[in-house]
């Protein structure tokens, strides 16, 4: 095929996609092409602006280090991590899910704690918080011997990795649910944080005079074979950004009540007012037990 006009090229190049030997990379090629392409017309994109465009696809890719990754920053940022998890989650992105992304900062090796135990692993001041969680399956049955990997910022916003303030594996650690499918133990109250804005993702915040922030999260990463792994964030509906996560990581199912007591704690006399408590089930859906690869060691 000859191109003679503008609108020869987008034929000549599907003509091209649909050699692709595999068939998903085939229709995955097939559509890229038709609405990049499509975006291209719609914009009416300049000489200028797709040189710069192509800068900032590298500025991304230099970005990246065993600590940072700013194309994962822009995915997020742009909705595309949010859609891709719903998408593919609660039968399909038919029902709402316990399901969220992972985000940057899981460890594989946190310890394992009992319930009951803390995660708090060096002084860290903050209201002390009180989490029960149940794992529960589809019909509500629950899930026995369940890992329960958790993980979250300090009440100052930092994870212990980015923080020297902080003990190894502090605000992070492993419980077993028991045979009502509970696990419950203590730490402190988390505050929601800034994702790094030195590269591409924020000059795209400023541009759209936007936030930086996430609202309070607590991560889990439940484990047991037989169900889809569970990554999940529940969120605190009190944070002020609950409605505008710069990541578009807030769904309904994720809102957790994260509740203030100004009375004293009925077990425990040491515990001082205010504490918060937690309670959220997580709702795991039948699949293959594939653990992801580690963001950060
Ligand atoms: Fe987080």
Redesign the pocket.
């Known amino acids: 095929m000859s191109i003679k006009r503008q609108e020869d090229v987008t034929p000549a190049v599907l003509e091209v996609m649909r050699r692709t030997r595999d068939p998903r990379l085939r229709e995955i090629m097939i559509s890229l092409v038709t609405h990049l392409h499509g975006f291209v017309r719609d914009v009416g994109l300049t000489e200028a602006e797709f040189r710069d465009a192509t800068a900032i696809l590298n500025e991304i890719g230099k970005l990246a280090s065993e600590t940072h990754n700013e194309a994962v920053l822009m995915a997020g940022s742009l909705g595309v991590s949010s859609l891709v998890c719903l998408l593919n989650n609660g039968d399909d992105g038919l029902t709402e899910t316990s399901q969220s992304v992972l ?1 940057p ?1 899981w460890r594989r090796n946190s310890p394992l704690v009992a319930n009951g135990g803390s995660i708090v692993r060096s002084d860290t001041a903050g209201p002390p918080l009180f989490v029960r969680g149940r794992v529960q399956d589809r019909s509500g049955a629950a899930i026995a011997g369940a890992e329960i990997d958790v993980w ?2 300090s009440p100052i916003g930092l ?1 212990e990795n980015q923080d020297p303030e902080q003990a190894d594996m502090n605000l992070r650690g492993k419980f077993i649910s028991d045979d009502d499918g509970r696990f419950w133990f203590r730490s402190v109250m988390m505050v929601g ?1 800034p994702i790094p804005t030195n590269g591409v993702v924020g000059r795209l915040l400023r541009a759209q005079d936007r936030h930086p922030y ?1 609202p309070a ?1 607590l ?1 889990a990463l439940i484990f047991k074979p037989g169900y889809k792994v569970l990554i999940s ?1 529940v969120y605190d509906p009190g944070d002020p950004n609950i409605d505008t996560d710069v990541q578009f990581g807030v769904t309904r199912a994720l809102i957790g009540e994260f509740v203030r007591h100004d009375e004293a704690h009925p077990d425990d006399p040491e515990v001082t007012a205010p504490w918060r408590s937690l309670d959220y089930t997580y709702t795991m859906e039948p699949g293959e037990a594939v653990l992801p690869r580690p963001p950060i060691k």
Request: proline share 0%; no cysteine; glycine share 10%.
């Open positions: 985000g900062f979250h910022a994870y944080y996430r999260h991560h964030q």
